[in-house]
């Protein structure tokens, strides 16, 4: 077995990571965390690489990356920040839908403006009575003459306020658990349509909304797809988004550790460097050993779908594996800083904050568990 990346796979890493440090950087990724803004420079330094379409097939535009080209990205993009990665990642799944369900005139006003930087996409599904049992949402739809009338209240929905963007609702149609829903491509300034952004802890670039469906209407070809497949749309990505996710938390995990153990050699008391103290070396070396795991975790089940195998169990583990790493890494690295990892300034406490959402974002841990375990025929 080798563990090592291919050429190919080790220039595409370096390519990415560069990247990051030359036009991203820690001090853009704080500035944009504290002022909430979006960091539209990098969006649009993405889609000029062309790397908006990795998940999105040659012929229509994209680059089709396979899992472990897309892990890699992910690790990467997520080095500072995991809300600069969910920046870049929210709209790419979106895409992916539009690709393989669109119609032509779809992919014509959405995909093709995307895949240039125009535009930008979220989902909705999450609603307040509905959020780990995401399949009894509420929000409906009915058909009235040539257009949809949307009524509903959506929550935690992440950059559907931002200039552009369209959001991708999950309605239900009829009652079936899962085959009552279907979606639907909304532009954020459609009437009828009131939203509201939440103040979260997380997310401050990205952003996350509220919004209220009242007696919304859309035309007839708003519908993505078939009437009935929305829970399936949604589902089709799963594997690619907990991925995603693992990834970049696998990315950020590695900068808290780096940041930890360069303050703790640079930092003095009593005489000796923090480094020098059992109890904080230790801690460390958990963190490495658990963090050395984690990137196998990723990778090992990114090769399982690059081979076209199911890796339902494998992307969940992953994600529990990583967002627990990264939460311990961030925990440890806020104790071994003392006072001053709790001032913007050392990183240390948006890696501490972004760790914890990385618990129940995308499916908390314990329906990530609950996923395993049945896969397990428990
Ligand atoms: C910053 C942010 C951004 C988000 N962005 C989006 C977005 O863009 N689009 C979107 O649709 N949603 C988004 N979400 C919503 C997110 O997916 C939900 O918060 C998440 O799925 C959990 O739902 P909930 O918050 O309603 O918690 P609940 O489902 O109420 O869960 C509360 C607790 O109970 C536990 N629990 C629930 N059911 C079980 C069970 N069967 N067994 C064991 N434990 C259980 C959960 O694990 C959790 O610990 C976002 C959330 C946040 C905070």
Redesign the pocket.
């Known amino acids: 077995m080798d563990f090592r990346f291919t050429d190919e796979q080790r220039m595409w890493h370096d390519t990415v990571h560069n990247f990051m440090e030359k036009e991203v950087g820690r001090e853009y990724t704080r500035k944009h965390d504290e002022s909430r803004e979006f960091p539209e420079e990098v969006f649009q330094k993405m889609a000029a690489q062309g790397w908006l379409g990795l998940l999105v097939d040659e012929e229509q535009g994209g680059v089709a990356a396979d899992p472990v080209m897309f892990a890699i990205f992910c690790e990467a993009i997520g080095k500072f920040s995991l809300d600069t990665a ?1 920046c870049i990642m ?1 709209s790419m799944f979106t895409a992916t839908n539009i690709s393989r369900h669109g119609t032509p005139e779809q992919k014509a006003r959405y995909l093709e403006p995307f895949l240039r930087g125009v535009g930008k996409f ?5 609603e307040p009575g ?5 399949a009894s949402a509420r929000s409906t739809a009915h058909l009235d003459g040539n257009e949809w009338v949307l009524n509903g209240n ?7 306020h931002l200039p552009g963007a369209t959001i991708a609702i ?1 309605a239900r149609t009829s009652a079936e658990r899962y085959d009552g829903f279907s979606l639907f491509l909304v532009p954020n300034t459609t009437p009828g349509l009131d939203i509201r952004k ?1 103040n ?1 802890i ?2 401050k670039s ?1 952003g ?1 909304t509220e919004f209220f469906m009242d007696n919304m209407r859309i035309p007839k070809d708003a519908l993505l797809g078939e009437v009935g497949k929305g829970w399936h749309y949604i589902g089709e990505h799963l594997e690619f988004e907990r991925l995603s996710i693992a990834a970049s938390q696998v990315g950020n995990a590695q900068t808290a550790l780096d940041d930890t153990i360069r303050y703790t050699k640079d930092r003095k008391q009593f005489g000796r460097s923090l480094s020098d103290f059992q109890v904080l070396k230790h801690r460390m070396a958990e963190g490495a050993t658990q963090l050395e795991a984690a990137r196998l975790l990723v990778y090992s089940a990114a090769c399982k779908m690059a081979r076209g195998e199911r890796a339902i169990r494998e992307v969940s583990m992953a994600k529990v594996f990583c967002s627990e790493t990264l939460f311990k890494i961030a925990f440890d690295g806020m104790q071994a800083l003392g006072g001053y990892a709790q001032v913007p300034e050392y990183d240390m406490e948006r890696y501490f904050r972004e760790a914890k ?1 990385g618990m ?8 990530q ?2 996923i395993i375990a049945k896969e397990l025929g428990l």
């Open positions: 969910a929210t979220s989902i909705s599904i999450s509905s959020g780990s049992d995401a959506k929550v935690f929905c992440s950059g559907a999950l939440m979260t997380v997310r990205l996350t959402h129940v974002g995308g499916g908390t841990n314990e329906i568990r609950s």
